[in-house]
């Protein structure tokens, strides 16, 4: 049965450490996940991490970066997988999942 499976993350670096974990440790199909602003907007979570704060690409060289909404990360799930990444999501820490 096919399902998928949408996870909510403060931070687009916590959501992809949670897709790298799914594909390395758990074998989902890298072309069955994916990751997008939860709104309308652009947007790198709801705060800075990884990159727009280690990188200096933060607000000391180009500004601040946009902050507008949650990442969320969209699984394809098949047959009996959805457990699996609903563990492995939480694991990582999203702050919300739910079947779609």
């Given at each position: 049965?096919?399902?998928?499976?949408?996870?909510?993350?403060?931070?687009?670096?916590?959501?992809?450490?949670?897709v790298?974990?799914?594909v390395q440790?758990?074998g989902?199909?890298?072309?069955d996940?994916f990751?997008?602003?939860?709104?309308?907007?652009?947007s790198a979570?709801?705060?800075?991490?990884?990159?727009d704060?280690e990188?200096?690409?933060g607000p000391q060289?180009?500004?601040t970066p946009?902050?507008?909404?949650?990442i969320?990360?969209l699984?394809?799930?098949?047959?009996?997988?959805?457990e699996?990444?609903?563990?492995?999501?939480?694991a990582a820490?999203?702050?919300?999942?739910?079947?779609q």
């Open positions: 049965m096919e399902r998928t499976i949408v996870a909510h993350f403060e931070t687009r670096r916590d959501a992809e450490i949670a790298e974990h799914l440790a758990h989902v199909a890298r072309t996940i990751i997008r602003a939860k709104g309308e907007s652009n979570g709801v705060r800075a991490a990884g990159a704060v990188s200096g690409h060289k180009r500004g946009e902050l507008a909404g949650e969320e990360v699984v394809d799930c098949h047959g009996r997988e959805p699996t990444v609903r563990e492995a999501l939480r820490g999203s702050r919300s999942i739910k079947a």
